[in-house]
């Protein structure tokens, strides 16, 4: 089997969890009678849109960085690595949707991963040019 399939796996589980909080901040709206395209209403409501908006902002560096690890490292380790990250944005969202505070275990399971892959990729990337 390709290698590359186990990070495009969690890729696709990365996209699911994002999706989740999506469809979680729309149902929102309509339980809190939010109109669109307001965001402003009971501070319940706006945890569900932080949520999913913070969600998407470190999707922006999940996924780059994770498939440049496993292009200058290793695609195994990448995948082993990038499950953290959905299992800790769902963990987060579910998390603050109940309260703030409750958000924080989610974070520090999703964060370490961001770092990793994009330090560590380019710290193989310049090896990789020290070597040429």
Do not use: C
């Not at 307001?38 to 932080?50: L, N, T």
């Not at 908006?53 to 380790?77: C, K, R, S, Y």
């Not at 990337?125 to 020290?130: F, P, Q, S, T």
């Amino acid at each position: 089997m390709n290698e590359l399939a186990y990070p495009g796996l969690v890729t696709g589980l990365g996209l699911l969890v994002y999706y989740y909080t999506l469809f979680e901040s729309g149902r929102a709206r309509g339980r809190f009678e939010v109109p669109a395209p307001s965001h402003d209403g009971p501070e319940d409501y706006q945890r569900y849109v932080r949520a999913h908006l913070n969600t998407l902002e470190h999707l922006v560096l999940f996924i780059p960085g994770l498939w440049l690890f496993a292009f200058a490292v290793d695609p195994l380790w990448a995948a082993g690595i990038g499950l953290f990250w959905p299992v800790g944005r769902l963990l987060y969202a579910l998390g603050y949707y109940q309260s703030a505070e409750r958000r924080v275990l989610g974070l520090l399971i999703s964060m370490p991963p961001l770092y990793v892959f994009v330090l560590g990729s380019m710290i193989a990337m310049v090896m990789a040019l020290a070597k040429a």
